[in-house]
Structures are given as structure tokens and as C-alpha cells.
Nanobody, 121 residues
Framework: QVRLVESGGGSVQAGGSLRLSCEAPFSLTFACMGWFRQAPGKEREGVVNIVSGTPQGYLDSVKGRFTASRDNAKNTLYLQMNSLKPEDTATYYC????????????????WGQGTQVTVSS
């Protein structure tokens, strides 16, 4: 099983920013990946779909605030989160997925361990 290592979670006040990192043991240049999140009592939802290394499709509620990027030299995926809101509070997961246009947990082949993000009002 592929090991994806996330970091960068924490606690911030509303309006603040965090950057999550996901280190992968493989090249991300053409990888199909995703960031997902799961809030307590809620289903896991997709945040951004990354197809062949390019972000394609963000969750509506994070558009304009979250940006996915990668550092190919470090095999690291990032999720920059700005203007955070209390409703962004969740455990965030990095995942490798099948290369599809949909952002669904059903397409995930490997999950990271998750990193907690808590946004206070």
C-alpha cells in the first residue's frame, strides 16, 4: 500500500490561512490525486480533483479560497487554504485516485492518514 504523509493541519481563527502538505513516494507530475475532508458526523467529501497533475474542479464552497499545487522535485502536493471559515473544520485527507473527472471517494486507491484542521469563530 502506498504511504501518503500529510502535515500542516492546526487550529486557526476564522479568516486565517493554513497550508497542508502531502508527501508521496511517487512522482506527482502526471498523478491523479485528490484532497478530501470529513467533518464530525458527516460524510467524506471531495475538496479538489487533480487529474494528471492539474487541479480540475474544486468543491463549490472552497472555490476562490483553496488552491492545490505541487512541487515535483519534492513529490509533494499542497493545499493552500485562505479565508478559512468554521465550516471548513474537518480532517483533511490526501489521496491517490483513479484518473476520472469526478471527485469521489469511490475512485480513491490510497489514502493518507489525515490531518486535522480546526477553525474557530
Amino acid at each position: 500500500q502506498v504511504r501518503l504523509v500529510e502535515s500542516g493541519g492546526g487550529s486557526v481563527q476564522a479568516g486565517g490561512s493554513l497550508r497542508l502538505s502531502c508527501e508521496a513516494p511517487f512522482s506527482l507530475t502526471f498523478a491523479c490525486m485528490g484532497w478530501f475532508r470529513q467533518a464530525p458526523g458527516k460524510e467524506r467529501e471531495g475538496v479538489v480533483n487533480i487529474v494528471s497533475g492539474t487541479p480540475q474542479g474544486y468543491l463549490d464552497s472552497v472555490k476562490g479560497r483553496f488552491t492545490a499545487s505541487r512541487d515535483n522535485a519534492k513529490n509533494t502536493l499542497y493545499l493552500q487554504m485562505n479565508s478559512l471559515k468554521p465550516e471548513d473544520t474537518a480532517t483533511y485527507y490526501c489521496a491517490r485516485k483513479r484518473c476520472t473527472s469526478r471527485l469521489s471517494a469511490a475512485d480513491v486507491t490510497d489514502w493518507g492518514q489525515g490531518t486535522q484542521v480546526t477553525v474557530s469563530s
